[in-house]
């Protein structure tokens, strides 16, 4: 019995569970949860302990005190409590004390649900409607056993066991209710044969899981890996600029502690983040063990009933987890963008007078730096450059609404060439999905755009929406903005959509004219232009913050600015 005992603890209260429920990933007596819920609810949402997401309360309309009692039983575990205290109990012969006879046991019949002695079990074979019945000696009788082969009445026809399941009604019947209540019921399988098709498919969730698993681990260890050489790298960078600044006159002094505040902020953000994703990574791999431990327990222990209970929602769970793992799993590595070099040191004096470093100021002044014109060959009207995208090599793609075409201004030195690839419909915003691809939103469509040794459209993606604004929160999920109806869409790069964002966790509206879109940290900025704000939202809903300041229109990060026909730099 030590054994089972561990299961059947409460992880809250280290008592046998009572009227235990199932909260996520976590199990818990209901008399917990509700003290959880006083304690830790806000706004009647929880956060499961393991993997961290945010449970709803199903009905906050109704009292509080209530609000444990209506999360799902877990009948699994309340079957288990009921077989074990059976066993632990005195076990006496049925028939002897209803005789008032002191009889001990010797097996147990599944049929009846009943203990016989010796005498009693060697009637019990001779009868002629019993000599089948499934019987066990008590002391090879587990637990488990005892839950499996238990059999289940109906409760309807209370004479009659539980062998047949409804899938149209997903419900466990009897033959007298498949031939009356469920007579126009298309779907009606043999409870065994529906079991066997949950168990098939937690075995390949399980099998899904563990494959999460390895991937966690990789994951997990490329993670700190990566976070141990940015703190490195940070180490070596601090020491690079310590030692030119003493190359260089006292007149320095104030730009080198603007540098080591900018290296500061650049590494210590991203130190905490990816130390911060390991340890999430940690946290999902810690609820993908959980899920596996349990699909181990429903799969060999449970009984037809538990199993089908238990195995969609578990298999939803997975869905999700697996989904998380992708998304963390794919936080590509940070670029350096503080380093300093030889030639550095050499002109530093020009370029702090340059760049208008001041004794005692924090601002940055800027200089145009050059200016050029989008207009090109083949426009039939004055450019609109909705958008800019700045790829990693420094050239520019430009989305032109007017003249329906994306524009790419390549660098070399001081030189730069132009391309131009027109498009079917009028584009509208860009977001670079990697080193050399864009995603660039158009009528109904998203076109992959790839610039290698020319501009190049990979690929046409048909949507069920107009989208406007575009931002990519991984090289496979993109976050789209809707103005008809108001929403910001999660998609991916077949188009088929994940999630909808349009409102707030009390049913309001988020937005009114969603546009552009940036993702900050895995967090989705919307500029609204009817409220005249910026809302922040992560990627289930939540609202980060809301930013009601000046903002301009037509900034768009990565240091470039565009409007009407000429692209400023600065």
């Given at each position: ?22 909260v ?18 806000k706004n ?7 993997c961290n ?21 877990d ?14 109990g005195?076990?006496l ?30 009637a ?15 002391d090879?009788?587990?637990p ?19 062998e ?14 498949a031939?009356?209540?469920?007579q ?55 020491e ?16 080198k ?62 869905d ?11 936080t590509?590595?940070?670029k350096?963008l ?7 040191v ?6 702090v ?26 426009d ?7 958008d ?13 609404n ?6 790419g201004?390549i ?53 069920r929406?107009?989208?406007w ?24 790069i ?32 919307v ?44």
């Amino acid at each position: 019995m030590e054994d089972w005992e561990k299961m059947l603890k409460c992880p809250r209260c280290k008592k046998r569970f009572v009227d235990p429920k199932i909260v996520c990933c976590q199990r818990t007596c209901c008399e917990c949860l509700q003290k959880m819920i006083d304690n830790k609810a806000k706004n009647g949402v929880l956060f499961c302990k393991i993997c961290n997401r945010a449970v709803l309360i199903p009905d906050t309309s109704k009292p509080k005190r209530t609000w444990a009692r209506q999360f799902p039983a877990d009948h699994f575990l309340e079957n288990l409590k009921d077989a074990v205290c059976q066993l632990e109990g005195k076990r006496l012969c049925y028939v002897c004390d209803s005789r008032k006879q002191v009889s001990d046991a010797r097996v147990f019949c599944f049929e009846c649900d009943t203990y016989f002695c010796h005498t009693c079990e060697e009637a019990h074979r001779h009868m002629p409607k019993m000599h089948n019945h499934k019987m066990v000696q008590l002391d090879v009788l587990t637990p488990v056993e005892l839950m499996r082969n238990r059999k289940r009445s109906c409760k309807t026809h209370t004479n009659k066991s539980l062998e047949l399941f409804c899938k149209d009604c997903n419900q466990a019947i009897c033959a007298e209710c498949a031939s009356s209540t469920h007579q126009k019921c298309a779907n009606v399988s043999s409870l065994a044969n529906v079991a066997e098709e949950k168990k098939r498919m937690l075995k390949s969730a399980e099998k899904t899981i563990r494959e999460g698993i390895e991937k966690c681990e990789e994951s997990s260890q490329r993670l700190k890996s990566e976070g141990a050489e940015i703190a490195e790298i940070k180490k070596q960078t601090v020491e690079e600029i310590d030692g030119a600044f003493h190359a260089v006159s006292d007149a320095l002094s104030q730009r080198k502690k603007k540098l080591m505040k900018d290296i500061s902020t650049h590494f210590n953000k991203d130190i905490p983040q990816f130390n911060d994703l390991a340890k999430r990574m940690e946290k999902i791999k810690g609820a993908m063990k959980a899920n596996t431990e349990f699909i181990a327990e429903l799969v060999n222990n449970a009984s037809d009933i538990d199993l089908i209970e238990n195995a969609d929602r578990i298999r939803h769970q997975t869905d999700i987890m697996l989904q998380q793992n992708a998304e963390v799993a794919e936080t590509p590595k940070p670029k350096m963008l503080v380093k300093m070099d030889d030639l550095s040191v050499k002109n530093f004096v020009e370029l702090v007078s340059l760049l208008g470093a001041e004794v005692g100021s924090t601002q940055v002044k800027g200089i145009l730096v050059k200016k050029m014109t989008t207009k090109m060959s083949g426009d039939k009207a004055i450019p609109d450059i909705r958008d800019i995208v700045v790829m990693d090599s420094g050239a520019l793609l430009a989305i032109d609404n007017k003249n329906s075409c994306v524009k790419g201004i390549i660098f070399k030195g001081d030189q730069f060439s132009v391309q131009r690839l027109a498009l079917k419909s009028q584009p509208w915003g860009g977001a670079k999905l990697q080193d050399n691809m864009i995603a660039v939103t158009g009528l109904k469509v998203f076109y992959i755009i790839s610039l290698t040794e020319e501009l190049t459209l990979h690929n046409t993606v048909h949507t069920r929406k107009d989208y406007w604004g575009i931002c990519a929160l991984s090289p496979i999920n993109l976050a789209c903005s809707c103005k008809y109806p108001p929403c910001v869409d999660i998609v991916d790069i077949t188009g088929r959509r994940l999630r909808t964002i349009d409102q707030d966790q009390y049913g309001n509206q988020l937005f009114e004219m969603p546009g552009y879109l940036g993702n900050l940290g895995g967090r989705i900025v919307v500029s609204d232009r009817c409220k005249k704000a910026l809302i922040c939202v992560d990627q289930l809903g939540q609202v980060v913050f809301t930013y009601t300041g000046e903002v301009w229109t037509y900034w768009k990060g990565n240091g470039y600015m565009g409007k009407n026909q000429h692209l400023y730099q600065r």
